[in-house]
């Protein structure tokens, strides 16, 4: 099995993992932003390092976010990266624009267009704002890896 994770830190971020196992079977499985960081580990530490890749969304604060909003999308993205760090899990940062543009899904920031995206890509799987980009993003990471990105 390979396991193809992405991680999208907002506030209402999540986690996907898809997992490619023999074959072209395919499992799916997805996890809103877990609110604390042992929370976050608690999600990711079952997930085997040696058969899995992470893509975490390269992110930063704007002026438009509150102090307290700021606070928690950045704290979030480091707890993401310590608990993939800790957990011996290879990853990468991408930003937004890369993997929304290899997606077909530039979003200028609306949120309906990375869902419905992902509502094409993944028909069979319920698609909420709190998973779509997790989603795409494990799905970026399924074929960059695929082509031998990120190898060591």
């Not at 997992?19 to 990711?44: C, F, H, N, Y």
């Not at 290899?102 to 990375?114: E, F, I, P, R």
């Amino acid at each position: 099995m390979k396991g193809f994770l992405g991680l999208d830190p907002g506030i209402s971020g999540g986690i996907a993992l898809i997992s490619q196992l023999t074959g072209a079977v395919t499992t799916v499985t997805t996890w809103k932003m877990p609110e604390t960081d042992r929370d976050i580990l608690d999600v990711l530490k079952p997930i085997d390092p040696t058969r899995t890749f992470a893509v975490v969304e390269r992110v930063s604060t704007s002026p438009q976010m509150g102090v307290v909003s700021a606070g928690t999308f950045m704290g979030n993205y480091r707890a993401l990266q310590m608990a993939l760090t800790a957990l011996e899990i290879p990853f990468d940062l991408v930003t937004p624009r890369k993997w929304q543009q290899a997606m077909s899904c530039l979003s200028g920031g609306d949120k309906n267009v990375t869902k419905r995206r992902a509502q094409q890509l993944f028909p069979g799987h319920k698609i909420t704002h709190a998973n779509a980009d997790a989603l795409l993003i494990a799905e970026f990471c399924r074929r960059i890896r695929k082509d031998g990105y990120g190898q060591k």
